[in-house]
Structures are given as structure tokens and as C-alpha cells.
């Protein structure tokens, strides 16, 4: 099945929001939030696109182009990943790591927002090619 | 005060960053570096007669349907041109000879294999028809003097 590419880029614009207040008020409950969401995004389904479904879709025109849903799912599980460690980082009082962490992760989601580009999409083969190779 | 600056420098380098990879994103170069040409073999599908457009996609790549269905339109379209789509994942020996980082990668192949012109990100129509007029004009020195050498 394929998904409306709209609805994870609404759910990025609102992910760069609360990472931004993440930063702004360096409340660890806002990215326990956001960590939330990224779980359900990368292992159900995003909260922010059922919003997008919800109350945005329905005042649109139909997509373009519909799009396969997994690489915006990956997305998300690399966005759990910083979010995790920017946690971490707050639990264990290394502001540094905390704030590098959820700035990563806003990177992310502002270049997903703004420019329609799926950062964690893209570092997937990056990470593939350090892996051993099968052939075929 | 530390974290508006963060957010300050992260929101500016999102905008530089976002800026350039607009401009470069699907943008076709010719390609600089000397390389053995490729083979069918090479990537287990016949290289067509006059040119090959060789995609590397992945599963987790958002613009390959979009760059698969404009090549498949340039190739039917131009007589003896071939589209290739290679699963990037399962050809990571192909991925590596080839200097690919992102999907999608599209390699323009002349007549003999040769690797004229390559896009990462997704390629526009109009360009990859640029592309392929070169790659199709192009002298085949190689099919004309079969060479020993490996």
C-alpha cells in the first residue's frame, strides 16, 4: 500500500516544532514526547500523520504521486535513535550530548519539512556499504 | 540561552545545507574518473545498442519510483536504450566499484559501456535526455578496436 508523501512531511514540520522547543526550553518531558511519537512512527504508525489524515488530507486535492511508505518508517527509527541519545543525555546530565542529539534529529526533520528531503533515507546505503558485501 | 543558540546554528545550517542539495540534487556530471566500461555481465541485464541508463534504487529511497517511471518513459521513447535497475543492496560490489553514496544513482552508459554521465538524486526529464543525446553521439572508440587488456 501506498501513502500520501504529504503526511510524513506535515508530521516533520511538527517534529522540527517540538525539537525546536525541546532546545529552546531543554525540557526532557518534550523529547520523551517526541521519542514517543518516533517509536509509534517507526514500529506502528506516526500519531502526526493520523493527524494529517485526519484534519489536513481532507482539505486537499488528492497526491501527485503516492509514495512507498517504508523509507519515511526508516526515517523514523533513525530519528528514535538521536532522540534516544539526546534522552540519555539529559537523564545523565551531559548537556552537550543531549542538545547535539535532539539538534541532529531537528536537522532531520527541517531538511524533511522544508526541503522534502528524507535525511535518514539517505544515510541508509551509507550505512550498508561499511557492511560486508553479498553478491549475488 | 545554549539551546536557542544550537537551535539558531542548526536552523541556518538546515538552510545551507537544504539550499545546495537542491542545486545539486539530480544534477548530471560528467563523469571524471576512468573506469573499466560496464558490462551486461557486470550487471546481470543486456546493455542496450546504443545507450544504458542504469538506476541504483533501494527499498528505502523516496524518490526512485518517480526517477524509475522518467526513465522508463526516456528509454521507450528513444530506440536502443535500455533502463537497468540494479537493487543496490544486493549489488553492493556494483555500489562500491561505482563510487555510489545515494540512491538514486543514474549511470548514462555509451554504445560500448562506458560511464558518460552520472545523477544522484532525482534526475529531471529534459536532463536525462541531454544526457543521453551525448552518450548516444559519442565516437565508440572501444567497440571499434576490441582490446586484450582486462
Known sequence: MHIDPRGPRFGAAITTLLLAAVLVTGSPWLLAVQTIVFSLGAFHSSPYVAVYRRYVRPRLGPPRELEDPRPPRFAQGVGLVFATVGLIGFAAGITPLALGATAVALLAAFLNAAF???LGCEMYLMIRRLQPGRTQ | MTGIAVLVATLVAGVVAGVVMR?????????RKERAPVTGDDLGAELGERATLVQFSTAFCQPCRATRRILGEVAAMVPGVRHVEIDAEARLDLVRRFDVLRTPTVLVLDGSGDIVTRASGQPRKADVIAALGAAVDRPSHRS?????KV
Open chain 2, 23 to 31: 542545486h545539486r540534487n539530480g544534477r548530471p556530471r560528467s563523469e
Open chain 2, 144 to 148: 571499434s578496436q576490441p582490446s586484450d
Open chain 1, 116 to 118: 522534502g528531503f528524507c
